[in-house]
């Protein structure tokens, strides 16, 4: 295989190494040692690098992945380390991908294939960053995916590099406040905020002293976030805050916060609005100033920041040192371990919590990290220690709304367990989980966790063939709980429920960017398949339907894909190795994006078969039945040549 592993051209010792292997021979290839050399253009990258004796039991083998040529370094337990990838089939590297315990970390990416990373991705437990070098110097200028908590890191490093720019790109631009469709006070109020923004940040970043060059982001810590709806201050959309978010950082040792303030998110980006601020001991007042949710005074309660004496100090920096240690370790028994420590340290940082704000964010992250150890088999007295917390907090009497989200997690807990054990009765547990939710809905019919509980109670009925109870939840939803993300898919499906008979409006974008409208198909039997990538039962879908498009497109059949892919990426590589011919349309955002909730979807595949008038015949046909269909509709369409060509 003659393939460049080049991936800056700076790197040029190495490359000509790599070169004269690769050409030497057709079986001469770098070895593991040299391959190993190739480290991340991002510096923040937690990868595996092995020793010197390890690096020498390593190997390093050309492969086809998906349809490409690359290499791939594994240490002598078959785990993976590297992998670079030719994706365009030029010999020449354009992807390096780095490995931790086995997952893809991190990834530098050449997309216009010049022999320089112009873009760079973390994955799994690194985060979902997707940075843009536009002018490849090593430099992130842009951000095309970034968390709330990753901004909130991102914060913090400006702060303690002193790097204007690497703030800059974290901030909201002017078409981005456009597209947020404020009010006109509103808007101009946060243009004027926006305006002096970065200015003022160089100011401080070279005056502050709390953030210095050894400071190290922890973690972030804030409310859960909140919807501003339309119609709020004359705005014309909904779209979400983080309000007074706060980054936990570490300096010698010593535990401190710095407050970030509002976040607010525009696709998939969360962006920055205000100058961060260190705070200190006595400065508890920082955090009453949220842009949107600002509590009118004089009723605004006072808030503290979370105690920085010496015993909390303490509390959190074991919390770190255990999650390093959990990180770098395999050993069921010892994350089972550290997560049970976890628990304890989380529990008394809350107790010591200076504020009721701060006390509620660490039980959450209790209730939120036993919960999914408990479902994943690694914490078996998970649902003791949840119940316990959920007994204690409600027999306060003070701690309703914080109770109801314990007991939640407590319930969802126990349904998980009871799913991993050996034969485990499905119907009994399925009925009770049903009841379980039942009982939440009229135990806490205000709290936002009982949105969700009515969608799964709606989606558990509509499986189970009873529409109209199903019918009743979705839409109790969207009265109960109109500004919560469910309730957009519940009113969807409540819509999808209803379709039959009625012309449905899809629309959006192909993945190549054409536009894709179902009303441009009239005169031909339509189905629309809503379906992933990550989905096994689809791909074998895809097979059945490719088969169907062949036999009776002729006669008056198309197809349109719905792609509910997270990313673009994976849509375009699944249809790089497997064409298909009839379009996909794509939207950011998943399961949970405009065109699944539109119709309610809430999982794949979804097949939706319209007439030739575009009329719903079928809402939930399996691809087996779609030929039986087909045969009952096909005979009735009359196509001209114009309808067959406005189709294709």
């Not at 060059?213 to 805050?241: E, H, M, N, Y």
């Not at 919390?319 to 529990?347: P, V």
């Not at 809503?530 to 339907?545: G, M, N, Q, R, V």
């Amino acid at each position: 295989m003659k393939l460049i592993l080049s991936r800056e051209l700076s790197i040029w010792c190495l490359v000509l190494t790599l070169l004269t292997l690769a050409s030497t021979s057709r079986a001469a290839s770098p070895s593991a040692e040299q391959a190993l050399k190739l480290v991340p253009i991002q510096k923040d990258v937690d990868f595996d690098r092995p020793d010197a004796e390890q690096t020498s039991k390593c190997k390093i083998t050309a492969r086809k992945l998906a349809g490409r040529v690359g290499w791939v370094v594994e240490d002598p337990n078959g785990l993976v380390l590297r992998r670079f990838v030719d994706t365009n089939g030029d010999n020449v590297v354009d992807q390096w991908s780095y490995f931790k315990d086995g997952l893809e970390v991190y990834r530098d990416i050449d997309a216009d294939f010049n022999g320089k990373a112009d873009q760079c991705r973390w994955f799994h437990t690194a985060g979902c960053r997707w940075g843009l070098d536009k002018n490849e110097d090593g430099t992130i200028n842009a951000w095309q995916v970034i968390s709330a908590e990753e901004v909130t890191a991102e914060v913090v490093a400006a702060l303690a590099n002193r790097d204007v720019d690497r703030f800059a790109c974290l901030v909201l631009t002017p078409s981005e406040l456009k597209s947020l469709a404020l009010g006109e006070k509103k808007a101009e109020k946060l243009a004027e905020k926006l305006r002096d923004l970065v200015p003022q940040f160089k100011d401080l970043a070279t005056s502050q002293k709390a953030v210095t060059s050894g400071s190290k982001w922890v973690q972030s810590s804030g409310s859960l976030p909140g919807i501003v709806p339309a119609g709020t201050d004359g705005s014309t959309r909904d779209f979400r805050v983080y309000e007074n978010v706060m980054a936990v950082i570490q300096t010698d040792g010593q535990h401190s916060q710095i407050l970030i303030g509002t976040l607010i998110q525009v696709g998939n980006l969360w962006r920055v609005i205000e100058i961060p601020q260190p705070v200190s001991d006595g400065k508890a007042d920082l955090a009453e100033s949220g842009f949107f949710f600002r509590t009118p005074l004089p009723d605004r309660p006072k808030t503290q920041t979370t105690g920085t004496g010496e015993q909390s100090q303490k509390l959190l920096a074991e919390l770190e040192k255990l999650d390093q240690q959990a990180a770098e370790t395999s050993s069921a028994e010892a994350k089972s371990k550290a997560i049970r420590r976890r628990a304890d340290l989380l529990d008394e940082i809350a107790k010591k919590a200076d504020s009721p704000a701060d006390r509620a964010m660490w039980l959450r992250q209790l209730a939120d990290m036993l919960s999914a150890a408990v479902q994943s088999g690694s914490c078996a007295d998970g649902t003791k220690r949840l119940e316990a917390l959920f007994e204690r907090l409600n027999a306060s009497g003070k701690d309703k709304d914080l109770a109801a989200y314990v007991k939640f997690r407590l319930m969802t807990a126990e349904y998980g367990q009871k799913l991993l054990v050996p034969k485990p009765d499905f119907t009994k547990i399925q009925t009770d989980w049903l009841k379980d939710l039942k009982q939440y809905v009229a135990d806490y019919p205000t709290s936002p966790d009982s949105a969700e509980a009515m969608l799964q109670l709606a989606m558990t009925e509509e499986f189970a063939g009873d529409e109209d109870a199903a019918k009743q939840w979705y839409s109790q939803i969207a009265k109960s709980f109109p500004n919560v993300p469910a309730a957009k898919k519940a009113a969807g499906a409540r819509a999808r429920l209803d379709s039959l008979g009625k012309q449905l409006s899809v629309q959006g974008k192909s993945s190549s960017g054409e536009k894709v409208d179902l009303a441009r198909y009239r005169g031909r039997v339509v189905l629309i398949h809503y379906w992933a990538t990550w989905s096994e039962p689809c791909k074998t879908d895809i097979a059945i339907l490719k088969e169907l498009a062949s036999k009776y497109g002729k006669s008056g059949f198309s197809i349109i894909g719905v792609s509910l892919d997270g990313r673009l990426q994976d849509l375009s590589e699944y249809l790089a190795e497997n064409r298909l011919p009839w379009p996909q349309i794509f939207e950011e955002g998943g399961l949970d994006n405009r065109l699944a909730n539109e119709l309610g979807i809430v999982t794949v595949p979804t097949m939706i078969l319209v007439d030739k008038e575009g009329k719903v015949v079928s809402r939930n046909v399996q691809a087996n039945e779609v030929e039986r269909e087909l045969k009952k509709l096909i005979r009735l369409v009359r196509r001209s040549p114009q309808q067959t060509k406005s189709a294709r």
